[in-house]
């Protein structure tokens, strides 16, 4: 095996330990601002995450394959129930899956929010979201205020809250 096959099998393999479920930690410093802008849902639809600017935004990176992500899904459902009618905007991001298993997904777990199907990464790769799962949070003028590896699986709910607190009392909205 030649030095850079090594590399490849070592890069290749830590992203697949890095994926669905793995430890992670918060990703270190977030971008200020992101230029995407959204894509087609799951139900054939565009969205635009600049649609959302105004109010704070939590992208929720899942995909139907990932365990950890079907394991967060009710407590993610439970967030949205609570902070989306002060306004806060919640949207999935679909990743690397294809359409009949994440609708399937969506029904078993009525998730309340569309979801962008991101099945060549590309927001993901914007947000430098490794794999699923993963939060994003958006403050309401577009810009990223944290990034979770891991999502629920490394913040606990009582952190979630904390966040979006946070992000209400920036963008001058009571929590």
Known sequence: MTRVQTLTAIAG???????CGAAHVTATPPPQSVT?????????????ITAFRGHPVVLV?????????RDE?????????KWSPRGVQFLGVDLRDNT???LA????????????????A????DYRIPSAPALVFLTARGEVADV?????????????NTEITTLLGASGASA
Do not use: E
Not at 37 to 47: A, K, M, Q, V, Y
Not at 122 to 125: F, G, P, S
Not at 148 to 160: E, K, N
């Open 13 to 19: 393999a830590s992203f697949g330990v890095a994926g």
């Open 36 to 48: 995407a802008t959204g894509g087609p849902t799951l139900t054939g639809s565009d969205i635009s």
């Open 61 to 69: 990176f899942w995909g139907s394959w990932c365990g950890p992500c």
């Open 73 to 81: 899904q009710p407590d993610l459902n439970s967030l949205d129930a």
């Open 100 to 102: 009949k298993d994440a």
């Open 105 to 120: 997904f969506q029904r078993q777990f009525d998730v309340p929010y569309p979801s962008i199907a991101d099945t060549q």
């Open 122 to 125: 590309t927001l993901a790769v």
């Open 148 to 160: 979770t590896l891991g999502a629920l699986g490394t913040m606990s709910v009582a952190d979630f």
